[in-house]
């Protein structure tokens, strides 16, 4: 009788360890949404470099921006709806000194809400110290954005969002 409540006693240990380890690790998205109505961001390096998880607003050093973490790098984007149509600004930093990358190439290809893709070329202005393009056009919903960076070869990319 003693072994087989031990043997049960055993069995539930081993069963919350499982369930404790399928549970959700994530906790609970950021509730505050940006004016944008931006949403956390996705984060992939092609070359499998460690990835850190996203957030709309934590570590994020412009106002709004969504970050993504991709060591070694510090990725921000920011969209605001202007009169003829919706201004892209990324900033790309080094993480360990949160020096701007100011020879990358950068592309932005957008899915829109009606499911069409569109690819524009980013470009750095010194005076806002980000890469930036505009996006034509005001269709209502929501937008999915593939940031690519080349980085003197080394390739990063940052995946956004945004409401309009």
């Given at each position: 009788?003693?072994f087989?409540?031990?043997g049960?006693?055993v069995?539930?240990s081993?069963g919350l360890l499982?369930?404790g380890?399928?549970?959700?690790?994530?906790?609970?998205?950021?509730?505050?949404?940006s004016s944008?109505g931006a949403?956390p961001a996705k984060s992939e390096?092609?070359?499998?470099?460690?990835?850190?998880e996203?957030?709309?607003?934590?570590?994020?050093f412009?106002k709004?921006a969504?970050?993504?973490?991709?060591a070694?790098y510090?990725?921000?984007f920011?969209?605001?709806?202007?009169d003829?149509?919706t201004r892209?600004?990324?900033?790309?930093?080094?993480e360990?000194n949160?020096e701007?990358?100011s020879?990358?190439?950068?592309t932005?290809q957008?899915?829109?809400?009606d499911?069409?893709q569109k690819?524009?070329?980013?470009?750095?202005?010194a005076?806002e110290?980000?890469y930036?393009?505009?996006?034509?056009?005001?269709?209502?919903?929501?937008y999915?954005v593939k940031i690519?960076s080349?980085?003197?070869?080394?390739?990063v990319?940052?995946r956004?969002?945004?409401n309009?």
């Amino acid at each position: 009788m003693n072994f087989f409540k031990s043997g049960l006693i055993v069995l539930g240990s081993v069963g919350l360890l499982f369930l404790g380890a399928c549970g959700n690790s994530n906790p609970a998205a950021n509730s505050d949404a940006s004016s944008t109505g931006a949403q956390p961001a996705k984060s992939e390096a092609s070359d499998g470099a460690a990835k850190k998880e996203p957030s709309t607003h934590a570590g994020a050093f412009h106002k709004g921006a969504q970050v993504v973490e991709s060591a070694p790098y510090h990725l921000e984007f920011i969209s605001e709806k202007e009169d003829n149509g919706t201004r892209l600004d990324f900033h790309l930093l080094k993480e360990e000194n949160n020096e701007e990358i100011s020879n990358a190439k950068v592309t932005a290809q957008i899915q829109l809400p009606d499911g069409s893709q569109k690819t524009l070329p980013m470009t750095y202005g010194a005076q806002e110290k980000s890469y930036t393009a505009l996006l034509p056009g005001k269709a209502a919903g929501q937008y999915q954005v593939k940031i690519t960076s080349d980085i003197g070869g080394k390739k990063v990319d940052g995946r956004f969002s945004f409401n309009q």
